[in-house]
């Protein structure tokens, strides 16, 4: 069973940066693509940044030049930095990956951008 846990979330200011991470289980994480994205009240969920078992990465362009994802095999975590932050990304983060025909989310982590 796929399991992924994500954490780093919580209130950050505007302008203000902030690490999320997600340790992902019961797969081969190491091959691999694994990906961020959120989903603010209201609104659909996004795709954020993801990354492939060569570390090939893609960015949504909201996000592109202020966020920054990596993975560690090692530790079979994933994290986002992300800089400059604005209230509208205020929304509850997910790790995802999409493994043997079936798309795998944690459970999220909240970010509140807000002063």
């Known amino acids: 069973q796929v399991q992924l846990q994500e954490s780093g979330g919580g209130l950050v200011q505007p302008g203000g940066s902030l690490r999320v991470s997600c340790e992902v289980r019961?797969?081969?994480?190491?091959?691999?693509?694994v990906g961020w994205y959120r989903q603010a009240p209201g609104k659909e969920r996004e795709s954020v940044a993801n990354?492939?078992?060569?570390?090939?990465?893609t960015y949504s362009e909201s996000v592109k030049d202020r966020f920054a994802i990596s993975r560690d095999n090692v530790y079979r975590t994933l994290s986002l930095q992300m800089n400059n932050l604005t209230p509208e990304e205020t929304a509850v983060y997910y790790c995802?990956?999409?493994?043997?025909?079936?798309?795998?989310w944690g459970r999220g982590t909240q970010v509140t951008v807000s002063s």
């Open positions: 019961g797969m081969n994480f190491r091959y691999n693509t």
């Open positions: 995802g990956t999409y493994y043997r025909g079936v798309q795998f």
């Open positions: 990354i492939t078992s060569s570390g090939a990465t």
